[in-house]
């Protein structure tokens, strides 16, 4: 603005200006080469004590030569692993949340941080970094990989996401990764129970290891020997509630037969909501409508707002007799979520019974999108 | 006989003594031809327990040459291997042979140093036969199947992919425990919840579409025909297409479990769902619109004509009447006979060696890929 007022003195505010930043320059560069130098050393130093297995010198020597180049990315991540190795987890934390604003997609710098909040109990970042690390490749990395599922499918089970938790424990057992701890995890998640295994009472630790051994076997393919397995569990514990929804859950998507009576056995052992529309879903998966209707209604009862009974609820009773409200039950499922795949079956079959040409192929065409 | 059967029997006879005194035997020929009363009285002494057959001879004669009722041979009635009682094969590193002798055949598998030979029991399929087989008390599905196109042996559809690397492998793929009812349900009668491969009758029984016909045999031995199976007069094209599908495998089935590919050409519901012409609501669509499952299966093109030409035939155009709400039966401009020939091509089944009619009904453009 001063330039376009007092045009006359721009030439002198240029050269100024000009000046002003070739000395600013000078000091820069003599500072630099100054600092560069200094740096150059401790990173050096920190290398050789971290060679020499000189984890406190190395921390210290890191952290000095971050101060003067938080730049440094190699640095950060030397000074968490030194930290995390030493279980200074705060430390940590600080030191991958430096690298990960230097680099946003660091997978093994954020499943490391997720590691180390894990250890200091914030749960909800943990859990929000091992998941991120995952889905950026961290699980990909062998030597990785059954750490980072293992912390990942006890958090998931923690926050209630069982299901998901599970999928970490097929891909574990995939590994043929085996210890006591990951046999309880495995039941914690099958039975449905927002812990974690070290919160597992004295007297029940042989159950959650049996159940966990069943379920693990099952994961890994040995279906036989699973069911070997778990019928021995019901016979010992024939009145603990979770175990036949457990099994039921790892039917499911292989036999809506032996998973529908899995489920029946639970529910005579526990009623609830959740059973009930998986029962009513593997009934309808067999084409038993009529059958479908109760557990349906059951688990709609229970939760109006839960997806599963919503679809159960509306499929059944559109191939009931009542289509109008069926397909007002699963629109309302669809709407919620459009990749819900039995909602968009039981309306295409809605749409070709009632003759609806049009609707039929767009409900089918999003059916077959969505099983591509 | 059962003491039970042999009892309504006699009281049977009890009562056609009394109607004959009281009315004079002229009124004999009012007794339904064919019922379980004039059975009885032309035999004077039934020694046979009620079949089906006993009231509906005609359905169930025809039905004895139905695929269905073929869909696994009986061990020591399978004509196809009987007039091949000597079929080898080499794929890969293993040979194959399979040999019949008084009408009982064996699977041979050999890697030049050990040899591997189970007995045939469970023979699936009437033409093309895959056989299960069974080992220490496991259950497998053999490697290689037989194709009568060629008379040969050759990789079962769908295990191409297996290279096995034992002669366990190499004789066949081990079935999941699910897998195994499956697929004898829909092979043979009398599975139940729990398979028991003693208890079994190969092929499939009137119960097994009927459900309640046992029920209701027995109730009308005893003149009781208020238990009547449950009717499927009343299924619309859609539900039959989800009854057959049950063993034929539905739209639902597929997308469910994310099947693509010419090898599921076979699941002709799922294919025929995918039509423009179908429709749930109209049973000249329906599955029954054109296979009668009580006979055996026509393969004239010719035979379809009519069918095709119940919605596309000119007269049914011209009156309106082609096709329902929102959708125009067009007559086809090339022909006006062997309409599937053209408008369901054969499709050849990966491996080779077997071709199904894909039942996803088109207008088929030259060299187009398999469409899902």
Redesign the interface.
């Known amino acids: 603005m001063a330039i376009s007022v007092f045009p006359n003195s721009a030439p002198r505010i240029i050269l100024s200006l000009t000046l002003f930043g070739a000395i600013l320059f000078a000091c820069a560069y003599s500072l630099a080469q100054e600092t560069s130098a200094q740096f150059n050393d401790l990173a050096s130093r920190a290398a050789a004590a971290r060679d020499q297995q000189n984890v406190p010198l190395a921390i210290q020597l890191y952290t000095q030569a971050e101060q003067l180049n938080p730049g440094w990315q190699e640095g950060w991540w030397y000074l968490g692993i030194l930290q995390y190795g030493s279980n200074q987890y705060d430390g940590a934390i600080d030191a991958f949340t430096h690298l990960l604003q230097l680099v946003p997609t660091a997978a093994p710098a954020m499943a490391l941080r997720g590691l180390c909040e894990f250890e200091t109990g914030a749960y909800a970042e943990s859990l929000r970094d091992l998941e991120q690390a995952v889905s950026h490749g961290a699980a990909n990395e062998p030597r990785n990989e059954q750490i980072t599922r293992y912390h990942l499918a006890l958090l998931l089970t923690h926050a209630g996401r069982f299901p998901d938790a599970l999928a970490q424990y097929r891909a574990l057992a995939a590994l043929h990764a085996d210890a006591p701890d990951l046999m309880q995890g495995i039941a914690l998640a099958g039975m449905r129970m927002a812990s974690f295994p070290k919160d597992i009472a004295a007297e029940d630790r042989n159950l959650y290891e049996a159940a966990g051994r069943a379920g693990y076997v099952f994961l890994s393919g040995d ?2 020997q699973a ?1 070997a397995l778990f019928g021995k569990l019901f016979a010992s514990y024939p009145k603990t509630a979770g175990l036949h929804f457990y099994y039921g859950y790892l ?1 499911y998507p ?2 809506p ?2 998973s529908g ?1 899995q489920f029946r056995d639970e529910l005579e052992i526990r009623p609830d909501g959740e059973t009930d529309a998986l029962l009513a879903l593997t009934l309808i ?3 038993h409508f009529a059958e479908a209707l109760r557990p349906a209604q059951a688990a709609y009862a229970a939760n109006p707002d839960l997806e599963m009974a919503q679809v159960a609820m509306g499929r059944a009773l559109a ?1 009931t007799g009542d289509m109008k409200r069926g397909a007002e039950l699963l629109h309302q499922a669809a709407d919620h979520n459009p990749n819900d ?1 039995e909602a968009h ?1 039981g309306l ?2 809605i749409y ?7 609707e ?2 767009r409900e ?1 065409k999003i ?2 999108d ?3 | 006989m059962s003491a039970k059967f042999a009892a309504i029997s006699r009281g049977s006879r009890r009562a056609l003594a009394t109607v004959g005194i009281a009315i004079g035997f002229s009124a004999l020929p009012w007794i339904p031809p064919g019922s379980p009363l004039a059975l009885a009285k032309q035999h004077e002494q039934p020694q046979t327990a009620p079949t089906c057959a006993t009231c509906h001879a005609g359905v169930a004669n025809s039905f004895k040459s139905a695929p269905m009722r073929h869909a696994m041979e009986p061990d020591g009635a399978n004509p196809l291997l009987m007039a091949h009682p000597d079929i080898t094969a080499q794929l890969g590193a293993y040979t194959y042979g399979v040999q019949t002798r008084d009408g009982h055949s064996t699977y041979t598998v050999s890697d030049g140093r050990d040899t591997l030979t189970l007995p045939i029991h469970w023979i699936f399929g009437q033409h093309t036969q895959t056989w299960v087989l069974e080992k220490d008390g ?1 259950y497998y599905e053999s490697l290689v199947s037989f194709f009568p196109r060629e008379n040969t042996l050759a990789t079962t559809p769908g295990d191409q992919g297996i290279t096995p690397h034992t002669l366990e492998q190499a004789m066949g793929r081990k079935l ?3 897998e195994t ?2 697929c004898f349900d829909c092979h043979a009668s009398g599975v139940g ?1 729990k398979l028991d491969t003693a208890k079994i009758t190969p092929g499939l029984e009137c119960e097994h579409c009927h459900n309640g016909a046992q029920e209701h045999m027995v109730d009308a031995a005893n003149d009781n025909f208020k238990t009547l199976p449950k009717s499927l007069k009343h299924l ?4 039959i297409s ?2 057959c ?2 063993c034929h495998r ?3 089935n ?3 479990n ?1 099947w ?1 590919g010419p090898a599921f050409v076979r699941f002709q519901p799922y294919r025929i ?2 039509s ?1 012409c ?5 049973p000249r669509i329906s599955c029954l619109a054109c296979h009668n499952p009580h006979q055996q299966l026509n393969h004239s093109a010719a035979y379809y004509d009519s069918k095709c030409l119940a919605c596309h035939g000119e007269a049914k155009v011209a009156s309106g009447t082609a096709a ?4 125009v039966a067009k007559i086809c401009p090339v022909a006006k006979a062997n309409c599937t020939s053209c408008h369901m091509p054969k499709i050849e089944l990966p491996g080779g060696h077997a071709q199904f009619t894909d039942h996803f009904i088109r207008v088929v453009k030259p060299g187009e890929a398999y469409p ?1």
């Open positions: 279906n036989e069911d039917l292989h036999d037969k032996m009576d998966y067999e084409g191939e795949l079956l295409a079959s070709s019974r009632s003759g609806d040409r049009e039929e192929a089918r059916c077959r969505l099983a591509r | 496991h999941l425990i699910w009812r499956v919840d619309d094209a859609e539900q989800n009854f599908g049950q539905t739209f639902d597929v997308m469910r994310r693509h769902e995918l423009k179908f429709v749930g609501n109209d329902g709400p929102g959708s899902e």
